[in-house]
């Protein structure tokens, strides 16, 4: 079991706990002692300038969400292993929290909505996990659903972005990306942009990089951590919102946890359209040969369409490739 240090330890509340730097640091220790760093890709844009691209995509369950979850879980007293563990998410945070409690013997239940895509839904299952659906067309609340079954079971809420560990957890990927850098760059990144669903990645990675701009981008009409950005206060997305490819994006709004990290650095977010996630889709596989679903590439897509500038030591996280194959086919095969 990993021993955790004296000051955030696993007896500290998810409620009274804020993530810390220190916390990211001992985050990407657990990591480096579990797997292989992700590669840095360089990427030459169609405008000009270089833009370098770690690929989380290439992670053991597809997404960066493995290093939240393994933060998390591995910080778990023996009692609250023994209790298991509760999940809500549409599929990549699912992934790593099945993957780290399998390697843990944790038992873990993960709450998905019914049209999440196949390929997420049989990845978690095979992983191990009780998958309970929730019906997110219909309206229905995936975090109600979670609180019942925790209230019921006693297991612990390993929440997909509105948990400190969590948070800590992902913000490692910015500090294998900033030595990374430091060896092929010439330097550390000056700015950094992430796809962004409820903020966990964008608020860990400006916890771990707090040199540079960190730029969260969100799909068109989901982008609800930019418009709260803006007017100081968390905003919702709108039940109206459109639909959207990028299913790892859309959470209803983003948690104080995230929003505090995310506004005491005042980081600005921005949108992209469906096609220009596409065109960016499509960019990362003939370029640099990897599968990046529409989530994943957000960032990437941001670059391509000029709404980010690229310095020679901007970095993007490629931040998953679970998508399924007949819906990525379909992508690569047609333009626009």
């Given at each position: 079991?990993?021993?955790?240090?004296p000051?955030?330890?696993?007896?500290t509340?998810?409620?009274?706990?804020?993530?810390?730097?220190?916390?990211?640091?001992?985050a990407?220790?657990?990591?480096?002692q579990?797997?292989?760093?992700?590669?840095l890709?360089p990427?030459e844009?169609?405008?000009?300038g270089?833009?370098?691209?770690?690929?989380?995509c290439?992670?053991?369950?597809?997404?960066?969400k493995?290093?939240?979850?393994?933060?998390?879980?591995?910080d778990?007293?023996?009692?609250?292993?023994?209790?298991?563990?509760?999940?809500?998410?549409?599929?990549?945070?699912?992934?790593?929290v099945?993957?780290?409690?399998?390697?843990?013997?944790?038992?873990?239940?993960?709450?998905?909505?019914?049209?999440?895509?196949?390929?997420?839904?049989?990845?978690?299952?095979?992983?191990?996990?009780?998958?309970?659906?929730?019906?997110?067309p219909?309206?229905?609340?995936?975090?109600?659903?979670?609180?019942?079954?925790?209230?019921?079971?006693?297991?612990t809420?390993?929440?997909?972005?509105?948990?400190p560990?969590?948070?800590e957890?992902?913000?490692?990927?910015g500090?294998?990306?900033?030595?990374?850098m430091?060896?092929?760059?010439?330097?550390?990144?000056?700015?950094?942009?992430?796809?962004?669903?409820?903020?966990?990645?964008?608020?860990?990675?400006?916890?771990?990089?707090p040199d540079a701009?960190?730029v969260?981008?969100?799909?068109?009409?989901?982008?609800?951590?930019?418009?709260?950005?803006?007017?100081?206060a968390?905003?919702?997305v709108?039940?109206d919102?459109?639909?959207?490819?990028?299913?790892?994006?859309?959470t209803?709004?983003t948690?104080?946890?995230?929003?505090?990290?995310?506004?005491?650095?005042?980081?600005?977010?921005l949108?992209?359209?469906?096609?220009e996630v596409?065109?960016?889709?499509?960019?990362?596989?003939?370029?640099?040969?990897?599968?990046?679903?529409?989530?994943?590439?957000?960032?990437?897509?941001?670059?391509?369409?000029?709404?980010?500038a690229?310095?020679?030591?901007?970095?993007?996280?490629?931040?998953g490739?679970?998508?399924d194959?007949?819906?990525?086919a379909?992508?690569?095969?047609?333009?626009g």
């Open positions: 079991m990993t021993n955790p240090s000051d955030i330890g696993p007896s509340s998810v409620a009274t706990r804020a993530p810390t730097r220190a916390g990211v640091l001992r990407a220790e657990k990591m480096a579990l797997l292989p760093q992700t590669p890709l990427l844009l169609p405008n000009g270089t833009v370098w691209c770690k690929a989380e290439l992670q053991p369950v597809g997404a960066f493995i290093r939240g979850a393994w933060h998390r879980l591995s778990l007293t023996d009692d609250e292993r023994s209790r298991g563990v509760i999940a809500v998410s549409s599929g990549n945070h699912a992934q790593g099945a993957w780290a409690a399998r390697r843990l013997g944790i038992a873990a239940r993960i709450v998905m909505p019914n049209d999440a895509p196949q390929v997420k839904l049989a990845a978690t299952r095979e992983l191990g996990a009780d998958v309970v659906l929730y019906d997110r219909g309206g229905e609340d995936r975090d109600a659903v979670a609180a019942t079954l925790v209230a019921q079971s006693g297991a809420l390993v929440h997909a972005f509105g948990d560990w969590v948070i957890g992902q913000g490692s990927a500090i294998e990306l900033a030595a990374q430091e060896c092929f760059a010439d330097g550390g990144p000056t700015r950094v942009v992430t796809p962004c669903g409820g903020g966990g990645l964008a608020a860990g990675l400006a916890l771990a990089l701009e960190i969260p981008v969100e799909p068109d009409g989901w982008d609800d951590v930019a418009r709260s950005l803006v007017s100081g968390i905003q919702r709108p039940r919102a459109p639909p959207t490819a990028c299913d790892a994006l859309q209803p709004a948690f104080p946890i995230n929003f505090a990290v995310l506004s005491a650095r005042g980081l600005r977010g949108s992209v359209t469906e096609a596409r065109a960016a889709q499509r960019y990362a596989f003939s370029k640099l040969r990897l599968v990046v679903e529409p989530g994943g590439a957000a960032g990437l897509a941001a670059l391509l369409a000029g709404k980010v690229a310095d020679g030591r901007t970095a993007v996280l490629l931040s490739g679970n998508v194959p007949a819906a990525f379909q992508v690569i095969a047609h333009h």
